[in-house]
């Protein structure tokens, strides 16, 4: 909670972002405080080419700053539904861990229905963006939340598209049953790592670690699974088309992660994983 000075001129720059003033006399008035007061506050900022007469914010060199707002003023309900739409992952992959692990159709039924929440959540953000948000925050801030709204969305569709390969009869032998409950405990550890560090803005991240790990379980249930012969074409299909969900679940997680490193700490992103590019799968 911001106090003092700092409220005060959060309060400033909320005035000239959505009210267009002429002058210092009129964001006084509105905030019922001096025009000397408007005047000293706002000095550094015009100096520095952050605040313009007649009285607009350039919003690109307002994030530059060390100048703190509230999380209210710019990003609260942004990072709020994205908190969200990872709660609503999380309980997903917990939902069809228990599916697959039961082999319970009429669970995983459910699941691929619970799919239009973060179809919802994606939307809110998107209009969120394209109105007063807007005036918040730079285009390369509203690209970038888009971007990760988007690739949220299709985390879901992941988790939906496991639940439909276990509609139509897939199931897991009782000898990769420990790799498939490792899966789904790094699945969560990346999507969990992800919204850290769009929230708490790091730099440092664990997502990588958790990638290589997928990877590398990945193989080794694949190896288990060609060692073992099964005779069940079907099983062979499905379990190709969960691995690669699983796969593709990780390389969304990663991307993320990226767009946030590149949006705060000017990072490059790598190029997508090719399986992405291919029809944004």
Not at 57 to 64: A, E, G, I, S, W
Not at 67 to 88: P, V
Not at 134 to 157: M, Q, T
């Amino acid at each position: 909670m911001l106090r003092g000075k700092d409220a005060t001129l959060a309060g400033i720059i909320r005035v000239i972002i959505e009210d267009e003033p002429q002058t210092q006399d009129e964001i006084a008035e509105k905030l019922g405080i001096s025009r000397r007061y408007v005047a000293r506050l706002l000095k550094p900022l015009i100096e520095e080419g952050i605040v313009k007469h007649p009285y607009v914010v350039d919003m690109n060199k307002l994030h530059r700053t060390n100048l703190k707002f509230d999380d209210e003023l710019l990003l609260k309900e942004i990072i709020k539904l994205l908190k969200e739409m990872k709660n609503t992952i999380v309980n997903n992959l917990d939902l069809v861990y228990k599916a697959l692990t039961e082999n319970n159709t009429k669970l995983a039924e459910e699941i691929i229905l619970k799919d239009y929440s973060l179809n919802k959540m994606e939307e809110e953000i998107r209009l969120l963006l394209n109105t007063s948000a807007l005036k918040y925050l730079p285009l390369a801030y509203a690209n970038a939340f888009l971007s990760i709204a988007s690739n949220l969305e299709r985390l879901g569709d992941y988790i939906a598209n496991i639940a439909e390969e276990i509609v139509k009869g897939f199931k897991i032998n009782n000898f990769i049953e420990e790799e498939i409950t490792e899966i789904f405990n790094i699945l969560k550890c990346m999507i969990n790592e992800a919204i850290d560090v769009i929230t708490e803005k790091k730099k440092e991240t664990k997502i990588y670690e958790y990638e290589e790990k997928l990877h590398h379980l990945l193989n080794k249930i694949l190896n288990k699974v060609l060692n073992n012969k099964i005779d069940d074409l079907n099983f062979y299909i499905l379990f190709g088309m969960f691995l690669k969900d699983v796969e593709r679940f990780g390389d969304r997680c990663v991307n993320i992660v990226e767009i946030a490193l590149e949006l705060y700490h000017n990072i490059p992103r790598k190029p997508y994983p090719e399986r992405l590019v291919r029809g944004h799968i």
